[in-house]
């Protein structure tokens, strides 16, 4: 059996960055070396491991490459975290945090956010991916992401979770739609009318078609689609009525459309996750609770939006 205490770091650097890129040259350029250094170094880790890991021909990782990838990437990341630690002794807390959140999230929170970090930590530096709960809950589980902002809940044993923010689910309507003069409306009402909904399977999806199913009422897809900004935009560019998050409307769009409540369905919930195993670095622990203070503060600005936590005083 090999012994991972036997592995240079350097090897697994490399070979992670091989795989990440999917080239030996574009491994280099990140770790700022040159091709021939990351080539030798992830032959000398196949040589210990006593297999491929990457197809030379393709560049495509194996099938013992990709399982030798999720652990060294873990592995890397705790290397960082320990570096991360050490230099927050000195109090000096720097380190990358890879921070995923949902773009409707995301469009409010990131800019005070990263102006808060940056003031406070510049040693910090906090790399942010927009996307949606579906996607970010796998790279959050594989390590490819430190923290996650998601709409709950999250159905994921290896992960944990804290409520952040609710928020009301609304209809928006463009203008001339047979909707648009209502003040308020019913799933029932809705069911007679193709909407721009989120993908089935997806949280927000679900709720809509639980609370549906207890009306007695299907809701039928003009659309469905995983994401909640593309289906806003939709709305705003005439297409059609889709059920959307409070959030989910940007403040500077045009009013060319209209918010109506919907009657008899449950909010939606938002949260921060993380690993279950393993401890946050200083610097994970540190952009957890901006992220925390900053919602606290500033979601009740957003129409619509509920924070769990009330700010620090």
Known sequence: MVSWLAMDRKQLRAFVAVAEQRSFSAGARVLGTVQSNVSAHVARLEKQLG???IDR???ELTDEGRVVFERARRIEGEFEALDADVASLRDVVSGSVRLGAIGTTARWLVAPLLDSVTAQY???RVIVLDATTTSLVPNLASG???LAIVNLPVDETDLLVEPLFDEDRI?????????ADHDSVTLSELSRHELLLEARGTAFRDVLDQAATAEGVVLRPKAELDGM???ASLVFAGFGAG???ASAIPPNVEATWRRIPVEGVPGRSVGLARRRRGLPTAAQRVVAEQIRRTI??????VPGVYPTLRPAT
């Open 296 to 301: 606290a503060e500033g979601a009740a600005s």
């Open 57 to 59: 021909s393709t560049n």
């Open 144 to 146: 490819a992401v430190d």
């Open 229 to 231: 900004r593309l289906l």
């Open 122 to 124: 510049p040693e910090i």
């Open 243 to 245: 059920v959307v998050p």
């Open 171 to 179: 209809l928006i309507v463009p203008d001339g739609h047979p909707l």
């Open 51 to 53: 297999v491929l890991l």
